[in-house]
């Protein structure tokens, strides 16, 4: 059986995580074989996430609540739980490009976001003061940070709201690295950012 996910997720784009699912695991759960238990990987799927049907039923995923696309997809991350740090080294030597899944670990902050009490009952009207277009999405930047080191983070417009409230606090990334223009960090040239998929708070 999978590894539980340690973190909690807040956070996840189901317009995002489908590919990055599709690219990692197929696009049903029938269709994954890194798993073998008696009775087939939709038993296993219905036994944890909840879904019932025959065993010799296909689920898909893009039928599934992005919760549970991003369940059954976090352990097929190759590159997970790396330090900014790690991912600037790896980034700066090219054993992480475009279009590689990732999971990082580090500080999160919005610089283009003005700072806000978040209350879940009467939750901030959030209001970006840049937004970019970045492969198609229209996006928000985030900076992850650790000992020296921080990357670019894009997130989709659609999500200030709650991932705002991630705003200062420590936090695992969900995504894939994209291509952008040289930049540098602690002394590392990297060509690469992360459009986020998914935010998990760090326990």
Request: with cysteine; proline share 6%; net charge negative.
């Amino acid at each position: 059986m999978a590894r539980e996910i340690n973190n909690t997720l807040i956070y996840v784009e189901k317009e995002l995580i489908l590919p990055i699912a599709v690219k990692l695991i197929g696009s049903s759960t029938a269709s994954r074989s890194s798993e073998s238990v008696s009775g087939g990987l939709s038993w296993v799927l219905a036994a944890r996430l909840g879904y019932t049907g025959e065993n010799s039923s296909e689920t898909r995923l893009a039928d599934l609540f992005p919760e549970d696309i991003f369940s059954v997809t976090y352990t097929g991350i190759p590159k997970r739980n790396l330090s900014v740090r790690d991912f600037a080294e790896a980034a700066s030597a090219r054993r992480v490009a475009p279009p590689d899944v990732v999971s990082i670990n580090g500080e999160i902050s919005f610089p283009d976001i003005p700072e806000h009490n978040y209350d879940p009952f009467q939750p901030p009207q959030i209001n970006i003061a840049r937004t970019y277009r970045l492969y198609g999405y229209t996006c928000f930047t985030g900076v992850l940070s650790r000992d020296g080191f921080k990357i670019p983070l894009y997130f989709l417009t659609e999500s200030a709201e709650i991932v705002y409230y991630a705003h200062s606090k420590p936090v695992e990334v969900v995504g894939v690295v994209k291509w952008s223009p040289t930049y540098e960090v602690a002394g590392h040239a990297l060509n690469c950012i992360v459009l986020a998929a998914a935010l998990l708070l760090q326990r």
